[in-house]
């Protein structure tokens, strides 16, 4: 069975960082690819990061370049999103997810991605 579970949520003051974590279970880390999404009240579920099934390549939203870094490790099955310089503009509910591994970092969006993460918060407030 499929699952994905994200953890490492939190309040922060801006420019702090933090580190989300998605446990992902019944699959391997290149059977699928791993994305980043986030939501915040009112807005539409946006991509964040991706990280290919096939070859590892990232990708990021140009919102969070330079801030955010997504890495995976095999051994624990977990991806993870580094965030650094935190914005108050990056608070939302952020979505681990799971897509195919070649094509979905490049049509990163809602509607092609197959299995989703219960979400977990991410307050930036001074």
């Known amino acids: 069975q499929v699952k994905l579970v994200e953890s490492g949520g939190g309040l922060v003051q801006p420019g702090r960082s933090l580190r989300l974590s998605c446990a992902v279970f019944g699959f391997t880390l290149d059977y699928y690819a791993i994305g980043w999404f986030r939501q915040a009240p009112g807005k539409e579920r946006e991509g964040v990061s991706c990280i290919s099934g096939s070859d590892g390549s990232t990708h990021y939203a140009d919102s969070v370049k330079g801030r955010f870094t997504i890495s995976r490790d095999f051994a624990s099955k977990t991806v993870y999103l580094q965030m650094n310089n935190l914005e108050l503009v990056d608070s939302a509910v952020y979505y681990c997810?799971?897509?195919?591994?070649?094509?979905?970092?490049?049509?990163?969006?809602?509607?092609?991605?197959?299995?989703w993460g219960q979400g977990t918060q991410v307050t930036v407030s001074s």
């Open positions: 997810a799971a897509g195919p591994p070649v094509k979905y970092c490049s049509s990163f969006n809602v509607p092609n991605t197959e299995h």
